[in-house]
């Protein structure tokens, strides 16, 4: 099973068959990848982008067997532990500008520990590993601070601020050049 490891975590992206499991049943999901529960906790606002965000994924994965990566969901697991601790994704393959959009959430317990930047700089590395991508943009709501500064950490500048899904964001873009 393809994965990325960094020190502490694995990041493993979710195909077709294991996003139906996601929705289903975490629990048979964890199983099914040999993980220990997670129990893991999301937000009510988190979990109803996870769940429109399922729709998407699971599209996309159905269209892009071979390059499902670039559209799903990646189990951050703590190695550790071998357990789910959040989830990380891309929203699809580089747009004619080699830009993709990246997202992540760390289940409550386990944030303020360097998991969200280590997680974000192995996936942004992944990807700009690829030709056709050459930029990473990132939003992130204007009062959420502690994902503002794992952009930061991670070497995303701020663009703009912008409105996405109905809320005010920050646009953030990792170029390659910033470190």
């Not at 068959?17 to 040999?34: I, V």
């Not at 994924?57 to 697991?77: A, C, L, M, R, S």
């Not at 993709?100 to 700089?121: K, S, W």
């Not at 942004?124 to 930029?135: E, G, N, T, V």
Request: net charge negative.
């Amino acid at each position: 099973m393809f994965q990325i490891k960094t020190k502490r975590l694995r990041l493993i992206p979710l195909n077709e068959d294991m996003l139906g499991m996601l929705r289903n049943s975490r629990p048979d999901l964890e199983k099914k990848l040999g993980l220990a529960p997670s129990d893991l906790q999301v937000s009510p606002e988190m979990q109803a982008e996870i769940a429109e965000a399922l729709e998407f994924w699971q599209d996309f994965t159905h269209k892009h067997p071979d390059q499902y990566q670039w559209g799903t969901n990646w189990e951050i697991v703590h190695d550790q532990d071998n357990c789910a601790i959040g989830g990380i994704g891309l929203g699809g393959l580089p747009n004619k500008h080699g830009q993709v959009t990246v997202g992540y959430h760390i289940d409550p317990r386990r944030q303020r520990q360097g998991f969200a930047p280590e997680a974000l700089a192995a996936l942004r590395d992944w990807a700009l590993q690829h030709p056709q991508c050459s930029k990473i943009m990132a939003f992130t709501p204007v009062e959420n601070i502690p994902s503002q500064k794992v952009l930061s950490k991670c070497g995303f500048e701020l663009l703009d601020e912008v409105e996405e899904g109905g809320m005010e964001c920050y646009l953030w873009c990792y170029d390659g050049d910033t470190t």
